[in-house]
Nanobody, 126 residues
């Protein structure tokens, strides 16, 4: 088990919902901005969604805006990505990332993150 622990991947049908969860048990969760990235087969890793340390500031890729919701519970030290109305093009390995927070906004660039999970597979069939 690495510093970033993901859970919740699986195989679903188009139009279904799925929630991915992420924890960083070795670190002080409140000090970290959190994000999700994904890598589809044959494609580069891309930004999906991110949230700042307080949970007040969030950002989304245009392709998932309105369908995915990122949230965090600092009391439980968990971060979730709620995926609704999933599409076959959402099929990818999803990676959770944690970045030490130095500003009051979320991080959308992969280079801003310090720790990465091993990834969890999401497969959407039509």
């Amino acid at each position: 088990q690495g510093p970033v622990v993901e859970s919740g991947g699986g195989s679903v049908q188009a139009g279904d919902s799925l929630t991915l969860s992420c924890k960083i048990p070795a670190f002080n969760f409140i000090n970290y901005n959190m994000g999700w990235f994904r890598r589809a087969p044959g494609k580069e890793r891309e930004f999906v969604a991110a949230i700042d340390r307080s949970g007040a500031d969030t950002g989304y890729a245009q392709s998932v805006k309105g369908r995915f919701t990122i949230s965090r519970d600092n009391s439980k030290r968990t971060m979730d990505l709620q995926m609704s109305n999933v599409k076959p093009e959402d099929t990818a390995v999803y990676y959770c990332a944690a970045g030490r927070a130095y500003s009051g906004t979320y991080y959308s660039g992969s280079s801003e993150y310090d720790y990465w999970g091993q990834g969890t597979q999401v497969t959407v069939s039509s």
